[in-house]
């Protein structure tokens, strides 16, 4: 059995439903596809929650460059590389080496800047419209850094960052402690970058929100369960054949199918540089000095975030893993490394929910939203900020019709 529809978006994370919202805006009949059995049930479920409209910095930079032999020989507990090493892990990391220069590393930062700055526009003109419950609130975001190293280097990726109409500030410790008294338990700061524009947001809840509304206000369409194993070009569109649930037929396809794309898209004959980063996440209540600003221990490379009446924390980065299994230990890991980094934002003790995601990494941290042939547009590699950059990324890839 073959449906058909004007556009066929792949994958329902925060990126397909955003792809969604701008396409059913501009008047297209749409059919969102997804393998899982709901919205955002993938690496889209329980992130970080934060809205980094102001911290778009690219994962390669010089400063990565040179902790690079510690990272690898397995040294921080935050990060690992996952192996064995296929050939598409290497062509991806020499990929990603070269995204590694000074001058790549800003270029990139600017670039995801701009895309930032698009999505925080985006989603506040769908909230002036439609006011979705998920636990949204622009509670601003502090950067802790911890030696007189990191600190001089983040002033000028600031200082970059401002001089393209970013709004962030430089904090000593004291003027933190502030704004956020929850940091008066932190020893050791050099000091803080403080973006108070940022926000936060459930990205799932989000998800399911803004689909249901495009089903019952846009009539728009999904199927889930619908696992496309092969892009087939056709004339006039694209057929996306499922294993067992028949085949869509479409006009145009964008695919927003995360860490899936790659292998997706082959059956096109197209290719794009897409490795899994694994993380970890959980859910707590709040401890007794919760913080309400987001906070990124930049140290531990972990994140807190305030979401609703409840404490969501995550961090932990495995480069090349590609099973979302939580691993007791690893997640056990992450308590103990938010526990060390802020001992009471969180009832630690009672931190219910583990959950693991893939982010979707692009070599340059840039995701790739291009018209890849005149009837497949990709929407992919959003990597660490895939929440942050979703609305703006579904104006761009809609804005590619036209
Ligand atoms: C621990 C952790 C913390 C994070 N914290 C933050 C944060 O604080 N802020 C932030 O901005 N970002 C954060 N991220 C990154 C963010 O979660 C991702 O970038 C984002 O969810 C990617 O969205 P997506 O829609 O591209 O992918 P996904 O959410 O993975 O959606 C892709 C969808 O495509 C479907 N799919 C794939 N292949 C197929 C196929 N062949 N057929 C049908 N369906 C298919 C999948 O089932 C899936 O539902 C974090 C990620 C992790 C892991």
């Given at each position: 059995m073959s449906d058909a529809t004007d556009v066929a978006v792949i994958g329902a994370g925060v990126v397909g439903i955003a792809t969604a919202w701008a396409l059913a805006r501009r008047g297209y009949s749409v059919t969102v596809l997804d393998r899982d059995d709901g919205p955002a049930r993938s690496t889209s479920f329980a992130n970080g929650a934060q809205l980094s409209y102001a911290y778009s910095d690219a994962l390669g930079s010089p400063a990565l460059l040179r902790s690079l032999p510690w990272l690898v020989l397995?040294?921080?507990?935050?990060?690992?590389?996952?192996?064995?090493?296929?050939?598409?892990?290497?062509?991806?990391?020499?990929?990603?080496?070269?995204?590694?220069?000074?001058?790549r590393f800003s270029a990139n930062t600017i670039a995801a800047l701009g895309l930032a700055a698009e999505s925080r526009l985006a989603m506040h003109a769908l909230l002036e419209r439609h006011p979705l419950e998920f636990s949204y609130k622009a509670a601003g975001k502090m950067h802790l850094y911890y030696g007189e190293a990191s600190f001089p280097t983040a002033l000028k990726v600031m200082d970059l960052k401002r001089s393209h109409g970013v709004h962030q500030e430089a904090l000593t410790p004291v003027e933190a402690e502030r704004i956020e008294p929850a940091l008066g338990s932190v020893g050791d700061l050099a000091g803080v970058i403080y973006s108070p524009e940022d926000e936060v947001g459930d990205p799932h809840r989000f998800a399911v929100g803004l689909l249901d509304l495009l089903r019952s206000e846009y009539g728009i369409r999904s199927r889930f369960g619908f696992d496309v194993v092969r892009l087939s070009l056709i004339k006039g569109g694209v057929?996306?054949?499922?294993?067992?649930?028949?085949?869509?037929?479409?006009?145009?396809?964008?695919?927003?199918?995360?860490?899936?794309?790659?292998?997706?898209?082959?059956?096109?004959?197209?290719?794009?540089?897409?490795?899994?980063?694994?993380?970890?996440?959980?859910?707590?209540?709040?401890?007794?000095?919760?913080?309400?600003?987001?906070?990124?221990?930049?140290?531990?490379?972990?994140?807190?975030?305030?979401?609703?009446?409840?404490?969501?924390?995550?961090?932990?980065?495995?480069?090349?893993?590609?099973?979302?299994?939580?691993?007791p230990e690893r997640l056990r890991s992450l308590v103990e490394l938010a526990q060390s980094s802020l001992p009471d934002a969180a009832d630690y003790r009672n931190a219910g929910f583990g959950w693991a995601g893939l982010r979707p990494m692009a070599p340059s941290s840039v995701p790739c939203i291009t018209r890849a042939r005149p009837e497949i547009i990709l929407n992919i590699g959003h990597g660490m900020l895939g929440w942050t950059f979703a609305m703006g990324s579904g104006e761009r890839a809609a804005a590619l019709l036209q």
């Open positions: 397995g040294t921080d507990p935050s990060f690992r590389i996952a192996k064995p090493l296929s050939p598409r892990f290497w062509a991806w990391g020499m990929d990603f080496l070269r995204n590694c220069s000074r001058k057929e996306l054949v499922s294993n067992h649930l028949g085949s869509v037929r479409a006009r145009h396809v964008v695919v927003c199918a995360g860490v899936g794309a790659s292998t997706l898209i082959r059956s096109a004959r197209l290719r794009a540089p897409i490795c899994p980063m694994k993380g970890y996440s959980f859910t707590a209540p709040p401890g007794v000095a919760a913080p309400h600003v987001s906070i990124t221990d930049t140290e531990r490379k972990l994140v807190f975030c305030r979401l609703g009446d409840q404490m969501r924390v995550a961090g932990l980065a495995e480069l090349g893993a590609w099973d979302t299994a939580v691993d």
